[in-house]
C-alpha cells in the first residue's frame, strides 16, 4: 500500500462546510436498470452541440455514435441503450435550467445489445499520442467533474505547452455530492488505469490523486489499487478538508505550491487537472470499449427518500432517477443538478442525466436569509475568497455597471464559489451579482467581436469593390486605346486603298 503524501501548498480563504454527505455514502453503489426511455441531449459538452447521425424510426445499438461533434470544443453522444429513435426534437435540459434544447429520445428495447466491431482492449501504449488523443475523442469522453470539457481537447492544448504534470482530481468538496468519492470506494483499479492513460497521451511523468482527508476509505482503496499498479509515476496525495479546495486553479496550488497566473490556466503552471471520473471513464473506453453511456450520479437531500449514488444511463430522465431511489419525500420543493454552492435549480424533473450531472439534489425551502442591507464593509467577504478578490469593491462596481474596474479588479477570474455569499452579514447575494456581470461582460465582448468581424467584412467588400471598380476603369482605357489604333488602321487601309497599293503591303 502507498501511504498518500502531505507536502503541500496552502488555499487562501475558504469555507470549513458541512459536508452533508453520510446518507448518499451509507450504501453501496446501485446500478439503476435501463429505463423504458431514454433522452440524449446534444448539448453535453462544452462546445457546439452535436450533429445527429440518426433519423426517426432508425434502431440503434448501445454504444452506437448517435451524433457527430461539430467543432473544437464539441464532442460525440453514443446511444445508451439499444432500441429505436422515437424522436430528435427539442425537451427541456439541464444546461438550460429546464429549458427546452435538441435532444435525440430512444425508446428501449428492452436488450440493451452492445454495438459490434469493438472486441478487446485497445494496446494505448501502440499508438501514437495524436491517434490516442483522437480516439478519446471518439470514445465521447468529456471532464465529468461539472464542465464537460472535451478531454481530447484539453489533452490537445496541454500538449502545446510545456507541462510536466497530470492531477487527477477526486477532491469533491462541495456539499451532498458524493459520486466521486463512490467511484474511488469501489472503481479505484479504474480510476488508476484511467490515470496511466492519460499519462500515455501527455507524454508526462508524473501524476498526482488528490482526495480530501475525510475520505479514507477512498484514500485506502486508490492507495491498495497504486500499489498493484507498481506504476511510480503516480502518487496518492491528501489534501485538507475546506471548500473549494477542488476548483482546479486552487489544486494545482494544493498539490504543487504552483501559482496559477491571473487570467491563466493550470498548463501556464505546468499542470493539467483531470476529473477522476473522467480517468475512470477512459479506462472504460479503452479496456472495456465502452464509450461515455453512464456515470455515476448522487442522488440526495431531504428531498428524496433514500439518497444514494447509482450508476446510471445517460439520458435517463431525473423523474425516472429519482423514483428509482424509492421517490420523492413530501419535503421535496427545490430540484437542483450538482451541489448546494454551484448547482443549477430546474424547472422541471423531465430533465435526462447527462455527461456532466454529477448530482441531483432536492431540497426543502430555503432558510430566509433576512433582508439585503447595505455593505458595512467588515472585509469578511475578502477573507473567504479562494482568489483573493475583494467582493465588496467588485459588487460596487457591478452595481454601477464599470466593466472596466470590473476588469481590473478581477471579475472573469471569480469562480463563483459563493463563499463570500455565506459570510456576507448584510445578506448580499454577491455571487449572483458577479455571474451576472460576467454574463454581461461576455455579451460585451461578444458584440465587440460581432462588430469587430462586422467592421472587417465592411472593409474588405469596400475594397473589392474598389479592385474591381479599378478593374473596369482600366479595362476601359484600354478598349477606347484599341478602338484608336484600330481606327487609325482602318484610315491607313483606306488611304493604301485609294492609293492602289495591294493587301500584302500592309
Ligand atoms: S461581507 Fe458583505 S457587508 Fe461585509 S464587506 Fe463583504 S459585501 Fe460588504
Ligand atoms: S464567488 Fe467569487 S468573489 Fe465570491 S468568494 Fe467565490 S471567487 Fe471570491
Known sequence: MTAPTYDLGTLHGGLRLDANKDSATASELAVMPVPKQIVLPLEQHAGDPADPLVGIGEHVLRGQMIAAGTGALSAPVHASTSGRVVAVEPWPIARRRGEPGPCIVIE?????RAATGREGAIDYGALEQ????ALLLEGGIVGLGGAAFPTAQKLSQARSVPIDMLILNGVECE???SCDDMLMRERAARVVGGAQILLSALAVEHCHIAVESDKPVALEQLADALGAAGDNRLTLKQVPTIYPSGAEDQLVQLVTNREVP?????TDAGCIVQNVGTAAAVYDWVHLREPLISRVTTVTGPGVKRPMNVVTRLGTTVADLVAYTGGYTDRARILVVGGSMTGR???TDRVPVVKASNCILVLDEPAARGPVLPCIR???CAEVCPIQLLPQQLLWYANADDESRLREYGLTDCIECGCCDLVCPSHIPLTSTFRFAKGRILELEDEKARAERARRRFEARRDRL???????TR???EQKARAKSLSKDAIADIVRRKRGAPEDDR
Do not use: F
Request: some cysteine.
Open 108 to 112: 428501449s428495447d428492452g436488450e440493451d
Open 130 to 133: 495524436d491517434e490516442l488523443i
Open 175 to 177: 456539499p451532498w455530492i
Open 262 to 266: 491571473t487570467g491563466g490556466l493550470p
Open 345 to 347: 435549480s430546474m424547472s
Open 378 to 380: 467588515c472585509g469578511e
Open 466 to 472: 474598389g479592385r474591381e471598380a479599378q478593374a473596369r
Open 475 to 477: 479595362e476601359l482605357k
